[in-house]
């Protein structure tokens, strides 16, 4: 199963880490909407990516990851779904859902990280790295990459975060 090494935090200067990713950055950023459901699933958490306004087959996306702030390994697989909409009503059917998080992402791309810089709908501002583990790279490899951008992007310690948006949203629901 393909793994990376994963880490979030809230961010207070978006525009900061923009400039700063628009710096290091290998090319352009990539605009992104995005529409994930969450479904039920035992066996780690299971979302349903939509890409809303794009004619693209939508992502069912299965991983595995520990909630903890700071860097995280995660394995993943991912199904491409060429019907969205249906493919949503068919799981929600079958599965029930969790919760839904829109969010609008700007896509960086740096080596073998992809920098994400989201704006997620009810939350806010938000930085997600995600190094992508090659063949034979290790996960403290993978960490290293990734503790070296969370110096160069200006990202502090107590920023970082553990969990999913849809936990995030679920903790803010509850109060």
């Known amino acids: 199963m393909p793994s990376n090494i994963e880490i979030k935090a809230r961010l207070s200067n978006p525009q900061r880490q923009h400039a700063l990713a628009q710096q290091l950055a290998d090319g352009p950023a990539v605009i992104i909407p995005q529409r994930d459901t969450f479904f039920p699933c035992p066996q780690g958490r299971l979302k349903l990516r939509e890409f809303p306004g794009a004619d693209a087959p939508a992502e069912l996306i299965l991983y595995r990851r520990a909630d ?84 160069l992007l200006e990202i502090p310690a107590d920023a970082l975060i553990s969990g999913a948006y849809a936990d995030l949203l679920a903790a803010q629901a509850a109060t």
């Not at 920098?115 to 290293?144: K, N, P």
């Open 68 to 151: 903890q702030p700071g860097p995280k390994q995660s394995e993943y697989q991912i199904l491409a779904m060429p019907q969205p909409e249906e493919s949503r009503a068919f799981l929600s059917a079958a599965l029930g859902t969790l919760r839904t998080v829109r969010k609008t992402r700007t896509l960086y791309m740096r080596g073998q990280t992809r920098i994400h810089l989201d704006e997620v709908e009810g939350l806010g501002s938000f930085l997600e790295l995600e190094v992508v583990l090659r063949e034979g790279q290790t996960a403290a490899d993978g960490q290293a990459v990734a503790e070296e951008l969370l110096r």
